[in-house]
């Protein structure tokens, strides 16, 4: 059975991108044809400027809503990153493995330090290893499969780097895992910016669904969607990445083809409209069940403790074999 694991960072409110991206596969296929783990990043929301309560109420929110899209404890394992120390004490080996100006070439870090400088912030030396700690995240559980958006597989291309180094330096020790994005909605784009990500940690407020957005706040950002100066619904992510934007999202609530859907539409305003309350409906349940689970903390507490203590035990053995293969003494 392949290892599945893959996690998300308490750094904002989860959006429409982070479910149908991710999310919403996590727990309607890869819980149930794998051995999945699915963690609450929380050491990754550390990298950048960050208000420590905030973080802890995102981490709380997020595992909810982890749970509200459908994963079930009985199937997967659910926990937060902080709770498994396997995870810092396998990242500073890589880090030992891996090179500087390879992180320096990461997409991520590029973008958040310019932002980071840009609010007048410095930035964090965390920000430019936390590739290796998202690698760590990955090759402790000998994940065979990373589900993520497009965003992210850059970063596994570097987790695959990384392993397959260290096994050829220091002998065979972790499996080699490979991203895998999404057919559809594998990067949705902010509706008023359709050529940026629609990122949970953006300013731009009204280009960004987020999961627990009521639906008329959802109907209002739909319908304002930035669109672009053709009159025809044609599916051309280049040349119109507005439309393409909306009819990807209508394409991923809706289980159709974006090419496919451009052609049933005659204007945007009906393309926006139905888009709008595809998603309204996508997000139903997952708002339902939220509620649910906010009115039960200890259940929620239950599930997060319970996760961590099998995510430690399956780390444990492969963290241990890493140390030993580098030139570690066993523990006395
Ligand atoms: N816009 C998106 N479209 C498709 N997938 C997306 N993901 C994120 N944004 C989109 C996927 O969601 C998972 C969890 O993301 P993350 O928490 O690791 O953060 P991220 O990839 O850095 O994305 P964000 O939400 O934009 O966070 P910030 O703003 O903090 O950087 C991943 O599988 C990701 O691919």
Known sequence: MARVFS???PTGHLTLGNYLGAMRRWADVDQHRSDALFCIVDLHALTVDHDPARVRRLSRQGATLLLASGLDP?????FVQSHVGEHTRLSYVLECVATDG????????????????????SVRLSLLTYPALMAADILAYGADEVPVGDDQTQHVELTRDLAVRFNQRYGHTFVVPRATPPAVAARVMNLQDPTSKMG?????????VYLLDE????????MRAVTDSGQDVVYDREARPGVANLLEI???????????????????????KD??????????????????????????????????????AMARPTVDAAYRAIGLLEPV
């Open 250 to 272: 209508l394409a991923a609530c809706t289980g159709g083809n974006p090419a496919a859907l451009g052609g049933v539409y005659e204007s945007y305003g009906a393309l926006k």
């Open 200 to 208: 949970k940690s953006d300013d731009s407020g009204p280009g960004i």
């Open 102 to 121: 390879e992180m320096r070439r990461m997409i991520q870090y590029k973008e958040k330090s310019v932002r980071e400088r840009a609010r007048g912030g």
């Open 215 to 222: 639906p008329d706040v959802v109907r209002k950002k739909v």
């Open 74 to 78: 009985e199937l997967c394992t659910v």
């Open 7 to 9: 996690g998300i960072k």
């Open 275 to 312: 888009t709008a309350e595809a998603v309204v409906e996508v997000l139903r349940p997952v708002q339902a069940r939220h509620k649910e689970l906010c009115a039960d903390p200890v259940y929620v507490e239950g599930v997060l403790r319970d996760g961590a203590e099998k995510a430690r």
